[in-house]
């Protein structure tokens, strides 16, 4: 089992909805991050959270829109998507941004139609 | 910069073959490396790591010693099962700490 939770599993939605993708850890990691992973490619950054600050955009488009309530908790809230946004969205913790490996969860499936 | 490179798949294997995926990288300073697994339908699990030049990492039966004179990073497994079917990623951090992944190797082993 991970130690990276995220919900919901699947998520459908259309371009003019608002929806929220969770990922919640409680390992004491002060790091988190947002992925997006299109099918048989790796892995791409999109955010880093350090001590619920953001310390990293890696120049998302602002229809993506990250949280961190606090240090067990992030939220990627979601509006005016395109279809070519679905992918699995994958979250992550560390010990520290430059400490530790990544623990990821299982992701967030993302169709938009 | 700092790049993976893994060899391409898919690998298809007979169950008990034996496994090598190829991975070299280019980076500056002294990198860590990693091997990271995913199995259909789930993220990423860290499958082992190696820290600094000659060092071996292992786990699970699967093996990967960290050549800093060959900059290589292979991934070898003795006797493969189908289990073991999942694409596997070559990755490494440097002193920024953001993980570079290769572009991964589809795995399938057949019975």
């Known amino acids: 089992d991970t130690e990276v939770t995220q919900t919901p599993k699947h998520l459908v939605m259309g371009m003019t909805n608002k929806k929220s993708l969770k990922c919640e850890q409680h390992?004491?990691?002060?790091?988190m991050y947002w992925y997006k992973q299109k099918a048989k490619k790796p892995p791409e950054l999109m955010f880093v959270?350090?001590?619920?600050?953001?310390?990293i955009n890696e120049s998302v488009p602002s229809r993506f829109s990250p949280e961190c309530p606090n240090s067990s908790l992030l939220n990627l809230h979601l509006h005016a998507l395109q279809p070519e946004d679905s992918a699995l969205y994958l979250c992550?913790?560390?010990?520290?941004?430059?400490?530790?490996?990544?623990?990821f969860g299982n992701g967030t499936r993302l169709t938009v139609t | 910069g700092n790049s993976v490179t893994q060899m391409e798949g898919p690998v298809t294997l007979s169950e008990e073959a034996f496994l090598t995926i190829n991975c070299t990288y280019t980076?500056?300073?002294?990198?860590?490396l990693f091997w990271y697994v995913q199995y259909p339908g789930e993220g990423l699990q860290l499958l082992l790591k190696?820290?600094?030049?000659?060092d071996k990492g292992s786990n699970k039966g699967f093996e990967a010693t960290y050549r800093k004179e060959t900059t290589s990073f292979h991934l070898e497994k003795g006797s493969v099962q189908v289990s073991d079917s999942a694409v596997y990623f070559c990755?490494?951090?440097?002193?920024?700490?953001?993980?570079?992944f290769g572009q991964g190797t589809e795995l399938s082993v057949k019975p």
């Open positions: 992550a913790s560390s010990q520290g941004v430059q400490v530790g490996t990544l623990h």
């Open positions: 390992m004491g990691h002060r790091a």
């Open positions: 959270y350090s001590y619920e600050k953001l310390s």
């Open positions: 980076a500056t300073g002294y990198p860590s």
């Open positions: 190696a820290t600094k030049a000659d």
């Open positions: 990755a490494l951090t440097n002193q920024g700490g953001k993980l570079i």
